[in-house]
């Protein structure tokens, strides 16, 4: 028997789909082509949905439309008029807009301290974490309206919930927004039929944390210890909530902070 005192950090369980919820439905997600938005776009597909894929990596977005059997949209999402389209396709491939999945974000290494953040980097980190959503409710509502139907999933973060000393001052103030815009649009058109929630994941173990944390691995090691599970989260395990979220399993979820953090925001002290 092992003396070691320390156990061993546990390993993210399987999360594949053991039901179809949604089949006959169309489901919009914009950053589909990596990430969180990929991982969601997959199993969105694999509980029945039509997935349309948004991405302004147009090869990335194509591949994950073919993979899932969607439909591609190049789009740039702090653009009107090709978020307007994105939706628009959506409602002519698939019939309806049932699931609006507003996930494309950035994180660039030049939003930080709020000392050395310049303004055209906070600029740019607003425009596409905040205003894209601002956008893409805006373009996916007189669907849903007119169906009497519909739900929004806005990818906020838990640092919309919590400060960290380990600044990127744009990125947590636009995450911010995200969850308060969700929460008034909820409550908002909550009698017609649509719910709208935000999605506050925790670090995520994507291509875009992994290259933030291969730049400065002490960044990294000081946010893991904060985790109880003791682990990023997997793309995969958000996609789950994003598939619960768009199901009519949720559906009496609505203008909330939907936390899936690992325990973070409930933690005072995390284990050694």
């Not at 049932?98 to 607003?126: H, M």
């Amino acid at each position: 028997m092992s003396t070691d005192p320390t156990p061993e950090r546990p390993a993210a369980p399987s999360t594949g789909p053991v039901c179809r919820r949604l089949v006959g439905r169309t489901a919009v997600v914009t950053g589909a082509g990596s990430g969180i938005g990929l991982a969601a776009a997959r199993r969105l597909a694999s509980e029945g949905a039509h997935v349309v894929c948004g991405d302004i990596d147009e090869e990335a977005g194509a591949a994950a439309a073919s993979e899932t059997g969607g439909t591609f949209v190049p789009v740039d999402v702090t653009d009107p008029e090709r978020v307007e389209a994105l939706f628009r396709v959506a409602y002519e491939t698939g019939g309806s807009v049932d699931v609006a999945f507003n996930n494309a974000g950035i994180s660039p290494p030049e939003d930080d301290s709020i000392l050395t953040t310049g303004l055209e980097a906070w600029k740019r980190v607003q425009d596409v974490n905040l205003t894209s959503v601002y956008l893409c409710c805006k373009a996916a509502l007189p669907y849903m309206r007119r169906q009497g139907r519909g739900s929004i999933i806005n990818t906020a973060s838990f640092v919309a919930r919590m400060g960290a000393a380990t600044s990127q001052i744009s990125y947590t103030a636009s995450k911010g927004g995200v969850l308060a815009l969700s929460r008034e649009l909820g409550v908002q058109f909550a009698r017609e039929g649509i719910r709208v929630n935000a999605l506050c994941p925790g670090p995520v173990n994507t291509p875009l944390l992994r290259e933030l944390f291969a730049k400065d691995p002490e960044r990294a090691a000081r946010r893991l210890v904060h985790i109880p599970l003791g682990r990023f989260a997997e793309a995969e395990e958000i996609a789950a909530a994003v598939a619960f979220l768009a199901s009519d399993d949720s559906s009496f979820v609505n203008a909330t902070d939907f936390l899936v953090d690992g325990g973070i925001s409930g933690a005072y002290v995390t284990p050694s």
